[in-house]
T-cell receptor, first 114, second 116 residues
Framework: AQSVTQLDSHVSVSEGTPVLLRCNYS??????LFWYVQHPNKGLQLLLK??????LVKGINGFEAEFKKSETSFHLTKPSAHMSDAAEYFC????????????FGPGTRLSVLP | DAGVIQSPRHEVTEMGQEVTLRCKPI?????LFWYRQTMMRGLELLIY????????DSGMPEDRFSAKMPNASFSTLKIQPSEPRDSAVYFC??????????????FGPGTRLTVL
């Protein structure tokens, strides 16, 4: 079965400091992994995607994530937070050998303090 | 491309009324998904289509919900009769395919439904 755990429901950082949003997944087969961002009252926007190429994936707005198979993790990072990064972030897993469905994590709300 | 288009953006209705939500996927995308988002349950997949054919509707909560895709550029999600517990944000998403390189989903802005 597939599952996604986002270890923090809320993360608060100061502007200019690093961001770390944690995601662990469970998948029987090689997965596709995604991070999406949702700003208030908006739809979900793709930040980045892992599909078994490079383990370090670079996304939009300075975000990146590293796939670590041994730890079944796909943590999202950014070196320096900006006020506009305040949003809800979702980690998503899809195993290509286990049906077609995407499994969304519960989300992590990122607050950025001035 | 304008992206995935949903209408209406907001809908307020009374219990028992019929509600129809609409979605226009990105042109050329073969897959269309309907999701529901609530505080309690997060994002839930309701149903998805491939080339206008419903493939998996196991997430549809009950018979009051129905979805159609009469052509490649239009889909509807209907709730009849609506109940207060249906209040949520409903998202439509589309993707070009389902392979590793084509399965990225692109989301619409959502329809916020309030059932009084």
């Amino acid at each position: 079965a597939q599952s996604v755990t986002q270890l923090d429901s809320h993360v608060s950082v100061s502007e200019g400091t690093p961001v770390l949003l944690r995601c662990n997944y469970s998948s029987s087969y090689s997965p596709s992994l995604f991070w999406y961002v949702q700003h208030p009252n908006k739809g979900l926007q793709l930040l980045l995607k892992y599909t078994s190429a490079a383990t370090l994936v670079k996304g939009i707005n300075g975000f990146e994530a590293e796939f670590k198979k041994s730890e079944t993790s796909f943590h999202l990072t950014k070196p320096s937070a900006h006020m506009s990064d305040a949003a809800e972030y979702f980690c998503v897993v899809r195993s290509h050998n286990y049906g077609q469905n995407f499994v969304f994590g519960p989300g992590t709300r990122l607050s950025v303090l001035p | 491309d304008a992206g995935v288009i949903q209408s209406p953006r907001h809908e307020v209705t009374e219990m028992g009324q019929e509600v129809t939500l609409r979605c226009k996927p990105i042109s050329g995308h073969d897959y269309l998904f309907w999701y529901r988002q609530t505080m309690m349950r997060g994002l839930e997949l309701l149903i998805y289509f491939n080339n206008n054919v419903p493939i998996d509707d196991s997430g549809m909560p009950e018979d009051r919900f129905s979805a159609k895709m009469p052509n490649a550029s239009f889909s509807t999600l209907k709730i009849q009769p609506s109940e207060p517990r249906d209040s949520a944000v409903y998202f439509c998403a589309s993707s070009p395919g389902f392979g590793a390189s084509t399965d990225t989903q692109y989301f619409g802005p959502g329809t916020r439904l309030t059932v009084l």
